[in-house]
């Protein structure tokens, strides 16, 4: 799409320009108000009412080095922002963006590579994380999620986190289909179509260090991916899988955030586990993963 209106062209490390903040309804862009009527499953709505909603150029709550267009805006709750602004790039013109995030951004790294781009970072503490935003894409980072040093990258696809995901450092999470193939044919070449991936991580799972996942890729809730492992195939719920590519090595299993007891946010997600497979068989004997 064309990209016109009033430009910023922010500098890194620049003050930014404080703006009004509209919090009513009735002050959103239709773009916003359209995001704000369909949250993720993953991340718990907010009202309206305790909400800022500011154009990305102008707002006090993002350091920007870039240029963006008069479409883009960010929505936020200034109380979990703890006064700290969202560093984002933008790498090229981009316009029609939203970006509602309900956390202190302290390790959280966004650029934006495309327009028509969304983002939703739910509440919770320590995600350390870069976002590649690529045009036409959707990322969501649920409640209470955590990241230790994560990459994510989109372009014209959808990368979804659940809530009380652990994600350890050096994590990779790439749902991009940056370059076409060619087929090439008696008849000439041939351009394949172009897809469009979904990465979908369940609520409660653990991605070891150094994890790559890429394609179109579904793990099932309360799962553990070892450390090192390539996931290019849907996972189900409650294993441990690691390997390149990565296979599973146990069934009905979970983890806890404490090696020594169950955490009390782990403890929810366990009951809710069992309640649903009572009728499960055991896990394996016991045995030594590297699940870093």
Do not use: F
């Not at 990305?56 to 479409?71: F, M, R, W, Y």
């Not at 041939?190 to 991936?197: D, N």
């Amino acid at each position: 799409m064309s990209v016109t209106g009033n430009w910023r062209k922010g500098r890194r490390g620049a003050t930014p320009v404080v703006a009004p903040k509209p919090t009513a309804t009735g002050e959103m862009p239709e773009t916003v108000k359209t995001m704000l009527q369909a949250w993720p499953e993953a991340v718990t709505p907010v009202p309206a009412d305790q909400l800022v909603v500011e154009p990305i150029a102008t707002s006090s709550a993002v350091k920007l080095d870039g240029e963006v267009g008069p479409n883009c805006h960010i929505v936020y709750d200034p109380d979990a922002m703890g006064g700290r602004p969202l560093g984002l790039k933008a790498r090229r013109p981009v316009d029609d963006v939203v970006i509602v995030i309900l956390r202190r951004p302290a390790g959280l790294y966004m650029s934006l590579n495309g327009s028509n781009a969304r983002a939703w970072i739910g509440r919770g503490s320590k995600l350390t994380m870069a976002v590649a935003l690529g045009g036409s894409s959707m990322v969501v980072v649920g409640d209470r999620t955590t990241a230790q040093g994560a990459r994510v990258i989109t372009d014209r696809s959808t990368l979804r986190i659940g809530r009380d995901a652990m994600i350890s450092g050096d994590v990779v999470l790439n749902s991009a289909d940056q370059h076409g193939v060619v087929d090439l044919t008696e008849d000439g070449a041939r351009l394949r179509p172009v897809r469009s991936p979904e990465i979908g991580i369940g609520d409660h799972v653990w991605l070891g260090m150094r994890t790559l996942i890429i394609g179109s890729v579904d793990i099932g809730s309360g799962s553990i991916i070892g450390a090192g492992s390539i996931v290019t195939r849907d996972l189900p719920t409650n294993v441990v899988a690691a390997g390149n590519p990565a296979e599973i090595r146990r069934r009905n299993v979970t983890w806890s955030r404490d090696h020594d007891r169950i955490d009390p946010v782990s403890d929810q997600y366990i009951q809710s586990a069992l309640a649903t497979q009572a009728h499960a068989a055991p896990a394996e004997p016991e045995q030594r993963e590297d699940l870093t």
